[in-house]
């Protein structure tokens, strides 16, 4: 038993003054050293110059058995160097040495023993972990040679092939603790056939960290300024979420839905673009507040909260119908209407959508562009619409399925889309308010793999023209 304990504690002792990635593409080199374990008895045949009965026949019987065959010398003894080659393998060479007191059940005195090895190993870490851990087995296939002294004081050296299994403990992504027993096999008949074990402490290197921020250059998108690993190794100096080479405001604590930077009197405007970042204002005063919706901010309307025209300083011209727009100026002067539409009535979205609901009710003849008659009395409906927006301009949109050839359906869309124009200007809606596109097969609004997303991609739509 003693010289288990001796083994142990020559592992813990090079764990006491180790230092602390694992060994990966951005980590490729390795050093590991330690202590190793010679036993030549559970190799299932008897070993040259070891009396009869002396190695087990059977393999590999005793196998733990560290007090009667190990055979431990208390020091490192032990060094491998490794490297990293892609896809969970490893390549390397070792080499180490021993003192054999112990040929099987034969006592004897201190033998020489050296071994110098090279290896392919097979790490099965990401296979269990998925991907990354501290638990690391390993697969280990090569060859070496390896020197024994005999009784006669000669030291011969034999080749060998081995096979190893090992596990690696990473206590950080660089240092870990490596346990691993390699067989090695002697085809010899004066054979030398044992088994090595190693318990060894590792450091993984070799990746270059320019910023010190704990990401590689090779994965960093910011390798000379220190970053976060959700932003690839980039900086986010003002903590807002957002990495300083996509923040507008890099420095001042902001939105992301403006680009990182703040907008302190909540308006949906962000303060760079505000003229008054701290008043509540709309969009088109730059960020300024208009109380009375006259489209002049208050701090230039004489009477901010009566709307009137600018040419008037801000105070009220007769407007009869009150939709803030002056008579003079309201295109549709007896009809509430809006700024924007010099006086008269907008689309609202609900409008529109309901219009876009009826044209779903628009139906052609197959693979025409001809309307059906069960069509007209939808866009009868659509038409007496249009015509409670005298100066709103629409457009007409035409759309297919993916079936047939591409120029087959923007020929198709657009002949339908004109036809629907050219019905509504027959009941009277001004040929300038309308206007027809076909965009084919272009903008599916559902699958075209299924009958139902094929129909609802065969559509009209009508969408809102900029004056």
Not at 86 to 109: A, E, K, M
Not at 200 to 206: E, N, R, T, V, Y
Not at 228 to 256: H, M, R, W, Y
């Amino acid at each position: 038993m003693k010289h288990f304990s001796r083994f142990l504690v020559a592992s813990l002792l090079i764990l006491a003054v180790g230092s602390v990635n694992a060994q990966d593409e951005n980590n490729p080199w390795s050093v590991s050293v330690g202590v190793n374990a010679v036993d030549t008895y559970p190799t299932g045949e008897a070993a040259y110059d070891i009396p009869s009965g002396m190695i087990s026949d059977e393999f590999p019987n005793e196998f733990y058995n560290v007090e009667d065959h190990w055979n431990i010398l208390p020091s490192v003894s032990y060094i491998n160097v490794s490297r990293y080659v892609g896809n969970g393998l490893v390549v390397g060479v070792s080499g180490s040495l021993n003192r054999i007191d112990q040929r099987g059940d034969q006592s004897v005195n201190d033998l020489q023993y050296y071994a110098a090895d090279a290896e392919v190993g097979y790490s099965l870490r990401d296979l269990i972990n998925g991907e990354g851990g501290w638990f690391d087995p390993s697969l280990y296939l090569g060859g070496g040679y390896t020197w024994f002294e005999n009784l006669n004081s000669d030291v011969v050296g034999d080749p060998t092939a081995n096979a190893a299994a090992g596990v690696k403990i990473w206590f950080t992504e660089n240092f870990n603790l490596g346990l691993q027993s390699k067989y090695k096999h002697n085809f010899r008949t004066d054979s030398r056939k044992h088994f090595q074990h190693v318990a060894s402490l590792g450091i993984a290197f070799g990746g270059k960290d320019t910023d010190g921020d704990g990401i590689y250059d090779r994965d960093d998108e910011c390798p000379e300024v220190a970053g976060l690993p959700e932003f690839n190794g980039c900086p986010d100096t003002d903590g807002d979420g957002i990495q300083d080479s996509k923040d507008a405001c890099p420095t001042v604590f902001g939105l992301a839905e403006f680009d990182g930077c703040p907008d302190t009197d909540g308006d949906g405007i962000p303060d760079p673009k505000d003229a008054c970042p701290t008043v509540a204002g709309i969009a088109a005063l730059g960020g300024c507040p208009d109380a009375d919706g006259d489209g002049i901010k208050d701090s230039d309307d004489e009477c901010p909260n009566e709307a009137g025209p600018r040419e008037n300083n801000g105070c009220p011209y007769a407007d009869r119908d009150g939709d803030g727009v002056l008579d003079k100026d309201d295109e549709c002067p007896d009809v509430v209407g809006t700024v924007a539409n010099n006086g008269c009535p907008e689309v609202s979205v609900e409008v529109l959508a309901q219009l876009n609901t009826d044209f779903k009710n628009v139906l052609f003849d197959y693979n025409k562009a001809s309307l059906r008659k069960e069509s007209f009395e939808t866009l009868d409906r659509v038409a007496s619409v249009m015509m409670e927006y005298p100066n709103t301009r629409f457009l007409i949109e035409g759309h297919t399925d993916s079936r047939g050839s591409d120029s087959y359906n923007k020929k198709l869309s657009n002949e339908r889309a004109a036809s629907v124009r050219t019905y509504l200007t027959g009941k009277g809606i001004p040929a300038a308010r309308l206007e027809s596109q076909g965009f084919g097969e272009e903008r599916p609004i559902a699958t075209n793999n299924t009958a139902a997303g094929r129909q609802q991609n065969r559509r009209v739509v009508l969408s809102i023209l900029d004056k």
